[in-house]
């Protein structure tokens, strides 16, 4: 069955829109591809390996780079089994070469037609933030709920052109989203955005084994006002798993600068997750569950009787 998202980019019209979507595919399930590395670690590695040294610089200035980039990550979504869908966040020109996208896996809830989570990252580049770790640990949440029902839906999105430098011009892939999914379902149906920021670059010849220096603050999350009451039904089961509480600021929408600040516009509660630990601290694993667990448990907030009418059509694809 085709996703309501991808109803939504049908529905946005144009020629472009209807070539992209000629491209977007159904691939068949699967665990992972031959090649995928056995533990989270050697995956999370390999998925910054390639997105900043083998792939390197990926901004809207070099569509190659971007181009290779979401195809990387098309790969990897794809391998785990689930519906990739690109989105348009530029068009492109004869002068830009290539158009940009988002790249977005829709997987359906049990019970809810439009209550749904979005959990989203870069996987572009700035000058500070070059190894992909964000979009690293998008995927390896996805690839653990890959086969959890939860009762809502789930978004996991990879946002172009989400970590510009100030003064850049150009959409945001964030902002592309917010304003589709938004439009196609509802704002008040958008229950929570989790933002994934990136961590630090991998220091060169450490191991799964490695332990670095406690940071002061390990893990912070950042949500506003208007989150207040959903960045603390995600600190619960975080703070389950990762066995204390993360710390929790708030701040205003017009402070946030981050993929967040598109929904939070929108009057939807929104929450940045900040992990110190760099890619390769074997803490790393222990803050991807943790993610795993949040994310499972929002999605999963119980629904009323009277929505409890599972419609067969949007029931996870068995394995």
């Known amino acids: 069955m085709t996703s309501p998202y991808t109803y939504a980019v049908k ?6 829109l209807a070539a992209v979507l000629s491209s977007c595919t159904l691939f068949p399930s699967s665990p992972g591809g031959p090649d995928t590395p056995r533990s989270l670690a050697e995956r999370m590695e390999r998925h910054t390996q390639v997105l900043q040294k083998t792939i390197g610089p990926r901004n809207s200035r070099q569509p190659k ?8 990550i098309e ?9 990739v869908t690109l989105q348009p966040v530029t068009s492109g020109n004869s002068k830009k070469e290539a158009a940009i996208y988002n790249i977005v896996v829709y997987k359906p809830g049990l019970f809810s037609d439009n209550q749904s989570i979005v959990v989203g990252a870069n996987y572009d580049s700035d000058e500070r933030f070059n190894n992909g770790s964000g979009a690293a640990v998008l995927m390896e949440t996805a690839r653990d709920l890959r086969d959890i029902a939860t009762n809502h839906n789930i978004y996991f999105v990879a946002y172009a052109n989400g970590a510009q430098s100030a003064g850049q011009s150009g959409p945001s892939g964030a902002g592309v989203h917010a304003k589709m999914l938004s439009g196609l379902i509802g704002a008040s149906n958008i229950l929570g955005m989790i933002n994934l920021e990136p961590q630090k670059t991998a220091v060169p010849g450490e191991g799964e084994q490695t332990k670095e220096a406690e940071p002061q603050t390990p893990v912070l999350f950042l949500t506003t006002p208007r989150g207040q009451e959903f960045a603390a039904q995600c600190a619960a089961p975080f703070a389950k798993s990762w066995e204390q509480p993360p710390s929790t600021l708030h701040r205003k929408t017009a402070a946030i600068n981050s993929n967040d600040r598109h929904y939070a516009v929108l009057d939807i509660p929104t929450l940045s997750c900040k992990c110190e630990y760099s890619v390769t601290d074997s803490r790393t694993k222990n803050y991807v569950q943790a993610l795993t667990d949040m994310i499972h448990q929002v999605a999963d907030n119980d629904v009323s009787k009277t929505d409890k009418q599972p419609d067969a ?3 996870p694809k068995q394995p």
């Open 11 to 16: 529905l946005s019209g144009g020629l472009l």
């Open 65 to 72: 780079s971007m181009e290779a980039a979401a195809k990387y």
């Open 313 to 315: 059509a949007q029931k």
């Open 75 to 83: 790969n990897n979504f794809s391998d785990m089994g689930y519906a």
